[in-house]
Structures are given as C-alpha cells and as structure tokens.
Nanobody, 117 residues
Framework: QVQLVESGGGLVQPGGSLRLTCSASGFSFGTFGLSWHRQAPGKERERVAVIGPTGSDTYYTNSLNGRFTVWRDNDKNAAYLQMNSLQPNDTAVYYC??????????WGQGTQVTVSS
C-alpha cells in the first residue's frame, strides 16, 4: 500500500522555523522525484521545492528567497523541508508528492502550517 505522510506542521510566529517530514512507504522511494507543494486558502496549489531521486538536484520557487531547504534520506524513505524566517503568507497546507514518469504520482494528505503572532 502506497503511503506518503507529512508531519511537522503547526503554529509558528513570524520569523520562526519549522521542519516538515514526508514519510513514504509501499513503493521504491529512492527512484522517485519528490516535491513539496503548498496551498493557501482560496489559492491554487503551488510547488515550492523539488528534489531528484538521489538528492543531488534541487529546485526552489524564486519567491522563497532561500528560506527553505529540501533534502531526503532514501535509507529512511523520508524527505524533509526546512522552513526558516516564516511569514504569514507562508500559511498553507503543505503537501509532498512523489512522482516517477507520468504513470506514478502519489500525494500525501497534507500538513497545516500557520504563521501568526
């Protein structure tokens, strides 16, 4: 059974940090590309970070200004998103996605991140 489970979300004050974890099971995690996405209320889902299967290739949306870092540990079937200097406009549900070609495309259920004082 394929599963992607995000964790680590919560309430944080502006300027704070959170680390999200995406835990995978039921498929060959190390062969899949992994991406983090977020969706704020009333907005479309936005891709924020991508990491290749080996972890050597990463991509970030320009608007993050270097505040987020993505990495993965294939031995643990997990990926991470470190988010620093969080701002209220980072408030969203954060999702991880694992994809291999066009045939295999898995989503987690999301974790809520709320940035507020």
């Amino acid at each position: 059974q394929v599963q992607l489970v995000e964790s680590g979300g919560g309430l944080v004050q502006p300027g704070g940090s959170l680390r999200l974890t995406c835990s995978a099971s039921g498929f060959s995690f190390g062969t899949f590309g992994l991406s983090w996405h977020r969706q704020a209320p009333g907005k479309e889902r936005e891709r924020v970070a991508v990491i290749g299967p080996t972890g050597s290739d990463t991509y970030y949306t320009n608007s993050l200004n270097g505040r987020f870092t993505v990495w993965r540990d294939n031995d643990k079937n997990a990926a991470y998103l470190q988010m620093n200097s969080l701002q209220p406009n980072d408030t969203a549900v954060y999702y991880c996605n694992a994809r291999l070609g066009s045939r295999y495309n898995y989503w987690g259920q999301g974790t809520q991140v709320t940035v507020s004082s």
